[in-house]
């Protein structure tokens, strides 16, 4: 059906172009990018994108959670779109490139399209998911949490930020703002979406290979562990008679630790360890800490939890524990059909590329549970990201986005 791709037609210096004027929205001195989401910067960039979408045709669209989609009419106006994006939103100390990548790319390679002539069969959306995050209101990804379904509205508006503001009111004002940008419902049937993306790791720019095809994106555990013991004179207290809970904390960890190093590629992080009373001559009561588990088989995680839960409960000693898993996504894997689609436009463009895993979470776990989903990598300077000195390359940004035009052309025809 497709005989020819719109690759061609991608522009590699009015995309560069775009990065640099859509970084100009919230830019920092040293060059990052401090964006919120949902705040009157991130408005501004948004009202950016619509006026290059007018510019090229397309009808913007958003909803009731802020998200945004700039469409490109099919030759079948009824059938579910495709949809190509990422976010915008970015960390206080974010660069340019996270996210606004994929949103470019996508409105470079809708540009493409309509650059070749031809229409195609199914819509194409370019989207740019609210909040994906999570540094204003937490947690992250409720845009496209809410559009699958897998979020309540309610739920998503009740979050607040530092300053007490609820995120539904911070949604209103931003719909406010775009008083002449249509509203829709969430959930719409979508045939396809995919996501272009920094790496945001050092793998793609150690192997140069300008395309990662996304197989999935790794799983994770997060528990708060609190182990009780009790407050003793460090001078009086019989060794045998106390329950101290730093000691109890320092064994599960170290076993928690010795049991994570088999396979060598579970990321185990103990990142916060909170004792009280904390006072140097005082038997300590009480230890809260945290795990952060992540690897990208299921199995592995599993398995890792009950080890996890085991070792509490034989380490604990004469303390008390108690474990309680705050978050868990399960490990998933992209459309097989994506992935090879991915494949064959990277090779029939001449652009070499490699099999990679995100380590990394992105809006694509969410929407990969309506609809075949897959993700496009490119390299990323040293794989600095959620920095100011996050860099990627011109070149790459172009390849991405020529992929992106290949895909998602076939996939809409
Ligand atoms: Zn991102």
Sequence with gaps: MAAVSPARFVDCDRLWARHMALARFGAREDGGVDRPALSAVESDARGQLVTWARELGLSPFTDRMANLFLRLEGREANLAPVLAGSHIDSQPTGGKFD?????????????????????????????????????????????????????????????????????????????????????????????????????????????????????????????????????????????????????????????????ARDPDDIKLTVGLFKVTPNAPSVVPSEVLFSIDLRHPENDIVDEMDREIRRIVETKRGPCDV????????????????????????????????????????????????????????????????HNPAEWAEPQDIAAGAKVLANVIWQLAS
Aim: glycine share 10%.
């Design 99 to 259: 996210g606004a990548f994929g949103v470019l790319a996508a409105l470079e390679a809708v540009q493409a399209i309509i650059a070749s002539g031809e229409r195609p069969f199914r819509p194409i959306e370019i989207v740019a998911w609210a909040n994906e995050e999570g540094s204003r209101f937490a947690p992250g990804m409720p845009g496209s949490e809410v559009f699958t379904g897998r979020k309540t509205l309610e739920e998503a508006y009740a979050s607040c930020d530092q300053a007490g503001i609820l995120q539904g009111d911070a949604v209103r004002d931003v719909l406010r703002r775009d008083a002449d940008v249509p509203l829709r419902e969430f959930g719409f049937p979508v045939a396809a979406y995919v996501e272009p993306h920094i790496e945001q790791g050092p793998l793609l720019e150690a192997a140069r290979v300008p395309i990662g095809i996304v197989t999935g994106i790794q799983g994770t555990r997060r528990y708060r562990v609190r182990v009780t013991g009790e407050a003793a004179h460090a001078g009086t207290a019989l060794r045998a008679a106390r329950r101290d809970a730093l000691m109890a904390a320092v064994r599960m960890i170290a076993e928690i630790d010795r049991a």
């Design 322 to 385: 108690d474990i309680r898993q705050i978050a868990h996504a399960p490990s998933l894997t992209f459309a097989r059909e994506v992935r090879s689609l991915i494949a064959a436009a990277a090779a029939s463009e001449g652009i070499r590329a490699m099999e990679i895993y995100s380590a990394a979470g992105h809006d694509s776990r969410q929407l990969h549970y309506v609809c075949q989903t897959g993700m496009i990598f490119i390299p990323c300077r040293g794989g600095i990201s």
